[in-house]
């Protein structure tokens, strides 16, 4: 519902037009909205585990800034700071994106916290290849892909690999319908500042579905 509010002196003329439900929600929250700065916060954010790498040792690192960016062919992106898996990545042109499940939070959390420049962290995992041979996924993962870059953008603290999808495997037990099923993968989230991991709840809608009885308030355009 929207309301108009009179100018002084009783005129009719409408005045600024406020939303009811928004003037409801001001009150009920008790304060305005308020810049917390420039530091976005993505909630949540996928956790994965990139593989690469280092002369011929497999080399993992975790990384919460992972993203598909193109449907064909399948584009994906991670972002990664200057660590060894950076440096690795730019001169084999491989990576792999590995989704690790709530029962690997000790490994994954691990595999981010030292360096692959001081630590060899291949043996925390059953390795594998696919047709990329500078790209080691982990088995124990319910889900891997392997990816080969196809252009990487240096930014001023971190640096963007695009890779294309090669190859994308998994195994019958997480799957329905052919496709990797969530409540079957059991992946978990990261959220910042407070650097804490999070399993995946329940379902709580259904996408290109629940908004269709919008679709009739929305004013058409000429």
Request: net charge positive.
């Amino acid at each position: 519902m929207v309301i108009s509010r009179r100018r002084r002196g009783g005129s009719s003329r409408p005045g600024k037009a406020w939303s009811l439900e928004g003037v409801k929600a001001k009150e009920e929250a008790g304060m305005e909205k308020v810049n917390i700065g420039t530091n976005p916060f993505l909630l949540p954010m996928p956790m994965v585990i990139v593989g690469t790498c280092i002369g011929e040792r497999p080399n993992f690192m975790a990384v919460g800034w992972a993203s598909r960016v193109n449907v064909r062919p399948a584009i994906m992106s991670v972002a990664i700071g200057r660590h060894a898996t950076a440096e690795a990545i730019l001169k084999t042109g491989e990576f792999s994106i590995n989704i690790p499940s709530v029962d690997l939070v000790p490994q994954t959390d691990i595999v981010g916290m030292v360096s692959g420049s001081e630590f060899d962290k291949s043996g925390l995992f059953e390795v594998f290849f696919g047709s990329l041979g500078k790209a080691p996924m982990i088995r124990q993962c319910p889900v891997t892909m392997e990816c080969k870059v196809i252009r990487d953008v240096e930014l001023p603290m971190d640096r963007l690999f695009i890779g294309e999808v090669k190859g994308v495997w998994s195994e019958e037990r997480f799957l329905s319908g052919g496709s990797p099923d969530i409540e079957k993968v059991r992946p978990f989230c990261l959220t910042m500042p407070d650097n804490r991991y999070w399993s995946v709840g329940p379902a709580v809608g259904r996408a290109w579905h629940d908004g269709i009885g919008l679709k009739d308030r929305l004013p058409r355009l000429p």
